[in-house]
Protein backbone atom coordinates (compact mmCIF):
# COMPACT_ATOMS: atom_id res chain seq x y z
CA UNK A 1 0.00 0.00 0.00
CA UNK A 2 1.07 3.64 -0.75
CA UNK A 3 2.11 6.42 1.83
CA UNK A 4 -0.20 9.10 1.31
CA UNK A 5 -0.13 10.79 4.51
CA UNK A 6 1.76 13.34 4.93
CA UNK A 7 1.22 16.70 3.50
CA UNK A 8 5.17 17.09 2.88
CA UNK A 9 5.94 13.94 0.94
CA UNK A 10 4.55 12.81 -2.65
CA UNK A 11 2.64 9.47 -2.60
CA UNK A 12 5.15 6.62 -2.45
CA UNK A 13 4.23 3.06 -3.71
CA UNK A 14 5.48 -0.49 -2.97
CA UNK A 15 9.07 -1.36 -3.94
CA UNK A 16 9.40 -2.89 -7.34
CA UNK A 17 11.38 -5.07 -8.90
CA UNK A 18 12.41 -6.00 -12.67
CA UNK A 19 10.89 -8.79 -14.70
CA UNK A 20 14.03 -10.82 -16.70
CA UNK A 21 12.30 -10.07 -19.63
CA UNK A 22 12.43 -6.36 -19.40
CA UNK A 23 16.25 -5.82 -19.86
CA UNK A 24 17.16 -4.92 -23.32
CA UNK A 25 20.79 -5.93 -25.38
CA UNK A 26 22.38 -3.13 -23.58
CA UNK A 27 21.82 -5.13 -20.51
CA UNK A 28 19.24 -2.19 -19.02
CA UNK A 29 15.34 -1.60 -18.53
CA UNK A 30 14.23 -1.30 -21.70
CA UNK A 31 12.43 1.62 -22.42
CA UNK A 32 9.14 0.93 -22.42
CA UNK A 33 9.05 -0.47 -18.78
CA UNK A 34 9.81 2.68 -17.35
CA UNK A 35 6.18 3.82 -18.53
CA UNK A 36 4.71 0.16 -17.41
CA UNK A 37 6.38 0.30 -13.41
CA UNK A 38 5.17 4.82 -14.18
CA UNK A 39 1.53 2.97 -14.93
CA UNK A 40 2.40 0.27 -12.08
CA UNK A 41 2.53 3.02 -9.54
CA UNK A 42 -0.53 5.23 -10.52
CA UNK A 43 -2.71 1.51 -10.39
CA UNK A 44 -1.67 2.14 -6.49
CA UNK A 45 -2.67 5.96 -6.70
CA UNK A 46 -5.59 4.84 -8.68
CA UNK A 47 -6.92 2.05 -5.94
CA UNK A 48 -6.22 5.10 -3.14
CA UNK A 49 -8.12 7.63 -4.74
CA UNK A 50 -11.22 4.85 -5.36
CA UNK A 51 -10.67 4.47 -9.40
CA UNK A 52 -9.14 1.15 -9.47
CA UNK A 53 -10.38 -2.04 -11.01
CA UNK A 54 -13.39 -2.77 -8.88
CA UNK A 55 -14.42 0.88 -10.03
CA UNK A 56 -13.83 -0.04 -13.44
CA UNK A 57 -15.74 -3.07 -13.19
CA UNK A 58 -18.59 -1.44 -10.76
CA UNK A 59 -19.51 1.81 -11.77
CA UNK A 60 -18.00 1.77 -15.43
CA UNK A 61 -15.93 4.74 -15.36
CA UNK A 62 -12.01 4.33 -15.19
CA UNK A 63 -9.07 6.76 -16.49
CA UNK A 64 -6.76 7.12 -19.53
CA UNK A 65 -3.85 8.61 -19.82
CA UNK A 66 -4.47 11.56 -21.88
CA UNK A 67 -0.97 12.47 -22.40
CA UNK A 68 2.43 11.45 -21.16
CA UNK A 69 6.17 12.56 -21.44
CA UNK A 70 9.20 10.15 -19.85
CA UNK A 71 12.41 11.65 -18.76
CA UNK A 72 14.82 9.05 -18.94
CA UNK A 73 17.65 10.12 -16.38
CA UNK A 74 19.50 6.99 -15.18
CA UNK A 75 20.20 3.39 -16.31
CA UNK A 76 18.34 0.85 -14.19
CA UNK A 77 19.68 -2.23 -14.23
CA UNK A 78 18.12 -6.18 -13.78
CA UNK A 79 18.79 -6.54 -10.02
CA UNK A 80 17.25 -2.95 -9.26
CA UNK A 81 14.32 -2.46 -6.63
CA UNK A 82 11.97 0.68 -7.47
CA UNK A 83 9.44 2.52 -5.87
CA UNK A 84 7.50 5.27 -7.94
CA UNK A 85 6.36 8.90 -6.59
CA UNK A 86 3.33 10.68 -7.41
CA UNK A 87 2.36 14.13 -6.76
CA UNK A 88 -0.71 16.11 -7.99
CA UNK A 89 0.06 19.42 -9.60
CA UNK A 90 -3.18 20.07 -10.69
CA UNK A 91 -6.41 18.96 -11.14
CA UNK A 92 -10.31 20.07 -12.59
CA UNK A 93 -13.55 17.95 -12.56
CA UNK A 94 -12.33 15.66 -15.13
CA UNK A 95 -8.30 15.45 -15.41
CA UNK A 96 -5.67 15.76 -12.98
CA UNK A 97 -1.70 16.84 -14.16
CA UNK A 98 0.03 14.84 -12.11
CA UNK A 99 4.61 14.04 -12.08
CA UNK A 100 6.15 11.19 -11.14
CA UNK A 101 9.77 9.64 -10.26
CA UNK A 102 11.02 6.03 -10.73
CA UNK A 103 13.61 5.86 -7.61
CA UNK A 104 15.75 3.26 -6.55
CA UNK A 105 14.80 2.14 -3.36
CA UNK A 106 17.98 1.97 -2.01
CA UNK A 107 19.39 4.98 -2.18
CA UNK A 108 16.52 7.05 -3.76
CA UNK A 109 18.47 7.80 -6.93
CA UNK A 110 15.68 9.41 -9.92
CA UNK A 111 16.06 6.87 -12.62
CA UNK A 112 13.06 8.89 -14.98
CA UNK A 113 10.22 11.25 -14.32
CA UNK A 114 6.77 11.20 -15.90
CA UNK A 115 4.54 13.79 -16.27
CA UNK A 116 0.83 12.91 -17.08
CA UNK A 117 -2.56 14.33 -17.76
CA UNK A 118 -4.86 12.02 -16.56
CA UNK A 119 -8.68 11.90 -18.09
CA UNK A 120 -11.64 10.01 -15.90
CA UNK A 121 -13.44 8.26 -18.35
CA UNK A 122 -17.30 7.13 -18.70
CA UNK A 123 -16.64 3.67 -20.30
CA UNK A 124 -20.28 3.61 -21.89
CA UNK A 125 -18.70 5.98 -24.35
CA UNK A 126 -16.03 5.94 -24.12
CA UNK A 127 -15.88 9.99 -22.92
CA UNK A 128 -14.40 12.26 -20.48
CA UNK A 129 -16.62 12.79 -17.68
CA UNK A 130 -16.45 14.41 -14.39
CA UNK A 131 -15.27 12.27 -11.63
CA UNK A 132 -18.14 11.24 -9.26
CA UNK A 133 -18.06 13.63 -6.04
CA UNK A 134 -17.04 10.42 -3.54
CA UNK A 135 -13.86 10.21 -5.99
CA UNK A 136 -13.68 14.02 -6.89
CA UNK A 137 -13.04 14.27 -2.65
CA UNK A 138 -10.50 11.90 -2.56
CA UNK A 139 -8.27 13.79 -5.76
CA UNK A 140 -8.91 16.74 -4.02
CA UNK A 141 -7.52 15.77 -0.82
CA UNK A 142 -4.39 14.37 -2.34
CA UNK A 143 -4.56 17.48 -4.45
CA UNK A 144 -3.98 19.75 -0.81
CA UNK A 145 -1.81 17.07 0.63
CA UNK A 146 0.48 17.94 -2.36
CA UNK A 147 0.03 21.40 -2.29
CA UNK A 148 2.75 22.77 -0.30
CA UNK A 149 5.55 20.97 -2.20
CA UNK A 150 7.87 22.57 -4.63
CA UNK A 151 7.18 22.16 -8.44
CA UNK A 152 9.43 19.20 -9.37
CA UNK A 153 12.36 20.13 -11.98
CA UNK A 154 11.57 18.94 -15.52
CA UNK A 155 7.43 20.26 -15.44
CA UNK A 156 6.53 21.32 -18.70
CA UNK A 157 10.17 21.04 -19.88
CA UNK A 158 10.02 21.01 -23.49
CA UNK A 159 11.22 18.13 -26.20
CA UNK A 160 13.71 19.35 -28.57
CA UNK A 161 17.22 19.83 -29.85
CA UNK A 162 19.02 23.00 -27.60
CA UNK A 163 20.90 24.97 -30.57
CA UNK A 164 23.24 27.55 -29.76
CA UNK A 165 22.71 31.05 -31.33
CA UNK A 166 24.94 31.49 -34.35
CA UNK A 167 27.29 34.09 -34.11
CA UNK A 168 27.49 36.16 -37.01
CA UNK A 169 30.63 36.27 -38.70
Not at 111 to 130: N, Q, R, S
Request: aromatic letters at 8%; hydrophobic letters at 40%; one cysteine or more.
Amino acid sequence: MGNADSHTTQFISPVAGIEPGWIDYNGHLNMAYYLVLFDRGYDVVADHLGMGAEYARTRRMTTYTGDARIAYLNEVHRDADLVTTYQILDHDEKRIHAFQELRHAGDGKVAATCETLTLHIDMGGPKVCPFPADVMERVAALAASHAGLPVPDGVGRPIGIRRRPKVAP
